[in-house]
């Protein structure tokens, strides 16, 4: 398991970053690697992201020093979503099947985590997003079909999307985690605009289903003082409780965001006004 470390940042320490430094402390530009698994560990509110790419072998999760536990889901929970083709994850002995669009919630105190793919031609592709957690929800599949949905936006808004809520009160029970996955339609490409920001909770997003010369402008910043980053396919933004986090892309695309922090309430937002933004 590699596992890499991200500090907090101060927004005024950002508000003086070079492109370079903000894709380097805020943009996850590799998550999925064959047989491994790599994640970033993010000292904003102790979030774990990162993917998980079996091919060949099965690729266990195991716990580092980062953690300083004797297993990874000691003091963790998690919310896993198969971007890729058909795999298996099995937690102490239970296989759960994940097709593509499938996920799964993993309770604090499981011990053993595996991970394999049905077809080495197609590997799976799990996006996981951890955070620290108090007590023990039961681990559950929650296909597409299953997720909470939402639909949003206007077509002469181009931001036209339904939002699936996965780890989410309607659907699991989870401690602090919240996640799901934002399907753009077809001739849209704003998401989250007019954008908020919510001090009680932290939040990653990772674009996907982009072709090879699409691109996201993803906007963050405090509302006065915003930068962007271009992010390509399968990559994913830390976004600070401090920043907005809102996108706009050369075509459509799909997203997976996971928060954590306070509370699990998804509503809880402070909605910025587009005239106060800078």
Same mark, same amino acid.
């Given at each position: 398991?590699?596992?890499e ?21 805020y ?54 979503i ?16 994940? @097709?593509?669009?499938?996920?799964l !919630?993993?309770? %604090?105190?499981?011990k053993?985590?595996? +991970? ?5 031609? #197609? ?28 639909e ?40 989250t605009?007019?954008?908020h920001?919510?001090?009680? @909770?932290?939040?990653?997003?990772? !674009?996907?289903? %982009? ?5 996201? +402008?993803?906007?963050?910043?405090q509302? #006065? ?7 390509g ?5 830390i ?8 996108g ?31």
């Amino acid at each position: 398991m590699r596992l890499e470390t991200r500090y907090s940042n101060h927004p005024e320490d950002s508000r003086r970053y070079a492109t370079e430094d903000l894709r380097r402390h805020y943009l996850i530009e590799t998550l999925f690697a064959e047989d491994e698994a790599n994640l970033v560990y993010s000292h904003n509110d102790r979030i774990i992201a990162g993917g998980i790419m079996p091919k060949d072998r099965e690729v266990a999760l195991g716990a580092g020093k980062e953690l300083g536990t004797s297993h990874f889901f000691e003091r963790r929970e998690a919310g896993i979503i198969n971007i890729g083709g058909e795999g298996r994850v099995t937690l102490d002995g239970v296989a759960y099947t994940l @097709r593509q669009n499938d996920g799964l !919630y993993i309770g %604090m105190g499981t011990k053993d985590v595996r +991970f394999s793919t049905a077809d080495p031609g #197609e590997p799976a592709k799990f996006y996981l997003n951890s955070s620290p957690a108090h007590r023990a929800y039961p681990s559950r599949t929650i296909t597409l079909e299953q997720a909470n949905k939402v639909e949003l936006g206007e077509a002469e808004n181009l931001n036209v999307r339904t939002i699936n809520q996965y780890v989410h009160p309607a659907v699991c029970e989870s401690c602090q985690l919240v996640m799901g996955m934002t399907v753009l339609a077809p001739g849209s490409v704003w998401n989250t605009m007019p954008c908020h920001t919510h001090e009680r @909770r932290m939040e990653v997003y990772m !674009y996907f289903n %982009m072709r090879e010369d699409v691109r996201v +402008f993803h906007l963050m910043g405090q509302p #006065e003082e915003t930068r962007h980053l271009v992010v390509g396919n399968e990559q994913a933004v830390i976004s600070p409780s401090w920043s907005i986090h809102s996108g706009v892309g050369t075509s459509n695309y799909t997203f997976i965001w996971g928060m954590c922090g306070e509370n699990i309430e998804f509503t809880d937002m402070d909605h910025v006004a587009m005239g106060d933004l800078k």
